[in-house]
């Protein structure tokens, strides 16, 4: 089955880190790092500490938007979203 993992760490914090940051209006910061494998994820999850989480993005349970599926049409192809398409 194919996913695409992504550690979530969410902090205060203002180390600088890997990844893609939404900062909330009180400083709390959602940092997103993709992962390939599960092993890169743990390292990586291992890495932010305690405040991160490691998450599967399942395909089957998404419904992407049409330049995601684009972009990726093999890992897409069993996509809800995609079949209506």
Known sequence: MLRTLTV??????????????FETQDGTRFIFTPAQTLHEAG????A???E???FAVRRQWSMPDKAWVAADPEFWKSSPARRLQ
């Open 48 to 50: 932010a500490g305690s």
């Open 43 to 46: 390292a990586k999850a291992a």
């Open 8 to 21: 979530v760490t969410v902090t205060k914090s203002n180390r600088k880190t890997e990844g893609t940051v």
């Open 52 to 54: 991160a989480r490691l």
